[in-house]
């Protein structure tokens, strides 16, 4: 068990400078959005676990490594003892998961999680990127509030 406080980056932190992106994990990417995001938010979280499943597993054949993923866990980790993701099975998340896979690549570093994950995801889905926004000068992306007018 890993002991004291995390060190995470600030927004302007993850946003800039721009990440640098391995062109076949875009072309996955984009393989993966195509196949499993269309009506994201109307999939049963089961579904979604499947497919953020499967999104690892293309990331592990780009980046050549392997990782067990346990789609039911009560929060998103990389044990890395274990070699395991662990996906929140009650809140599944692209950017969470993505995260979590950039420690399998790079080891501990929160910075280097943070920033590709959330700038890849940006990459690569624009618009859901759009709907988002920092939580109170935090690492953490939420959905806008709309609105009422």
């Known amino acids: 068990m890993l002991t004291g406080k995390k060190s995470y980056p600030t927004a302007k932190e993850i946003m800039d400078p721009p990440v640098l992106f391995n062109d076949k994990a875009l072309e996955e990417m984009m393989a993966w959005k195509l196949r499993f995001f269309p009506n994201w938010n109307q999939k ?3 579904e979604q676990l499947e497919a953020l499943s499967c999104l690892v597993k293309k990331l592990c054949v780009v980046y050549e490594v392997n990782v067990s993923v ?5 929060q998103f980790c990389f044990s890395p003892g274990d070699n395991i993701i662990h996906l929140d099975k009650e809140n599944p998340s692209i950017i969470s998961t993505l995260h979590e896979f950039r420690h399998r690549v790079n080891g501990p570093d929160e910075k280097s999680a943070c920033r590709w994950s959330v700038q890849l995801f940006k990459r690569c889905f624009p618009g859901a990127f ?3 926004e920092f939580y109170k000068g935090t690492h953490i992306l939420t959905r806008k509030k709309m609105n009422d007018g």
């Open 44 to 46: 049963k979280k089961e």
């Open 70 to 74: 346990n789609k039911y866990g009560d």
């Open 130 to 132: 759009e709907r988002l």
